[in-house]
């Protein structure tokens, strides 16, 4: 039994195009249906993510989804949206990131069950590697014309925005590639959709036309809308670059607090894109954020389903007591738990000064902590005025006159961290 999937990606606002028939189409049965990945990298970013959430809504849905590792395509590079042709990889690196991304799908995706709809991974360099250039112009390129392909938006934009540097062959042609792709999977598991961002229509349809013409049966076509911040600002993107899934590339803190740092205009959309709480949840949830906009309940939500769903319930759980830290709220033992990457991340921007690891092993007093060796205070009378206030804390933990640091006090083997007051912060680093 499956239920409606292109009403359910209506309602959160996931639909920019819909081929006409498509919903009867899908309610007709169980269909399959893909989404094309580039493999250019051995993890998914962000923005992969409204495709992997179509996929999961229409596993969901009672469907089969069908992820495609784009290895030939990725040795091409797609025009689409791009002012640039793409690096080219070879084979074995393909391979690697193919493993990697497979891996972090199956945080999303069902690969495993032994139902009908089991997601399947696929790579199109599999049935491209052997294809020979005559064989492909002779077989497939003669079915479409070059008018027809010239007038795609992604290659008119593309002409039109560089014509200094024109538009190679090899670009081109990406989408025959890419509708030759559809048309091998119509063939070979049955698959009747494709889906993908807006700027992908014009492939997607290539595809359907070569279904139509040599496969001489139906194809439809799903996108989603391109995601946008309310601010202008690149959807995805931070100072340091993509927000990755993998926890190396961006730690589960720094992706939580992506999520948390959210716009309240574009909280309101990504719940409904990037989480699968239901319309009654979703609902009563901006009513209550709306209410007291201050308390972030959208935000916080949003951060938490994400961070579970790309990682773990600990790395939530880690990444909550990281982002109270600076809040005042975390113990002691909270910030001593945290990793090397997590503490420099917390308290980046945070002024520090190095010490050496003998000052820790013989012991360093309190006011050349503060004062003397680091700088932290102007003077060692305003160390001793503030130790004499109970002002300052190491580590969280309040210290006065007597107290003397040590490597007991170390962080990660590495950090101190001294405070005055709630939000005056000083970070000891031990080289």
């Not at 959160?12 to 269909?31: A, F, K, N, W």
């Not at 492909?136 to 027809?148: A, E, L, P, Q, S």
């Not at 916080?300 to 319930?313: F, G, P, R």
Request: overall charge negative; aromatic content about 8%; hydrophobic content about 35%.
């Amino acid at each position: 039994m499956v239920s409606n999937f292109v009403a359910e990606l209506q309602w959160r606002g996931m639909i920019h195009d819909v081929m006409p028939g498509t919903e009867e189409h899908l309610l007709s049965g169980v269909q399959a249906a893909y989404v094309g990945i580039d493999p250019t990298a051995d993890s998914l970013h962000i923005g992969h993510l409204v495709g992997v959430m179509m996929l999961r809504h229409f596993q969901q849905a009672g469907h089969k989804p069908i992820a495609l590792i784009g290895g030939a395509t990725g040795m091409i590079g797609d025009p689409s949206g791009k002012s640039q042709e793409r690096n080219l990889l070879d084979e074995a690196t393909l391979r690697k990131n193919q493993q990697a991304l497979k891996e972090q799908l199956s945080r999303f995706l069902d690969f495993d069950s032994d139902n009908a709809n089991a997601a399947e991974m696929v790579n199109n360099y599999d049935w491209m590697k052997d294809f020979s250039f005559l064989e492909f112009i002779r077989d497939v390129g003669k079915h479409i014309t070059v008018n027809y392909m010239m007038a795609k938006d992604s290659v008119r934009k593309r002409l039109s925005e560089d014509a200094s540097e024109g538009m190679s062959f090899t670009e081109f042609t990406y989408q025959l590639v890419q509708g030759y792709d559809f048309l091998h999977l119509y063939r070979s598991h049955n698959c009747t959709l494709q889906m993908g961002g807006s700027d992908q229509w014009g492939n997607i349809t290539t595809g359907t036309e070569l279904i139509r013409r040599i496969g001489g049966g139906k194809g439809y076509a799903l996108t989603c809308p391109l995601i946008t911040k309310a601010d202008g600002t690149k959807f995805g993107k931070t100072e340091s670059g993509n927000v990755w899934l993998d926890a190396n590339r961006t730690s589960p803190y720094k992706f939580y607090q992506y999520w948390l740092n959210t716009s309240d205009e574009d909280a309101e959309k990504y719940i409904k894109i990037f989480t699968f709480l239901s319309r009654e949840e979703i609902e009563a949830l901006t009513a209550t954020h709306r209410e007291a906009p201050h308390r972030r309940a959208l935000q916080l939500k949003l951060a938490e389903e994400l961070t579970v769903l790309v990682h773990s319930e600990e790395a939530l759980e880690n990444a909550r007591q990281a982002s109270e830290i600076l809040f005042g709220k975390a113990t002691s033992e909270a910030l001593k738990a945290l990793d090397e990457t997590t503490f420099s991340e917390v308290f980046e921007g945070v002024p520090q000064a190095e010490i050496q690891r003998s000052d820790l092993e013989e012991g360093m007093d309190m006011i050349a902590a503060l004062s003397a060796r680091t700088g932290f205070l102007k003077s060692n009378g305003e160390a001793r005025r503030e130790l004499s206030q109970n002002s300052i804390s190491v580590n969280k933990s309040k210290v006065d006159e007597s107290y003397r640091l040590g490597t007991s006090d170390l962080i990660s083997d590495k950090f101190v961290l001294l405070q005055r007051g709630k939000k005056n912060y000083f970070v000891l680093v031990v080289k």
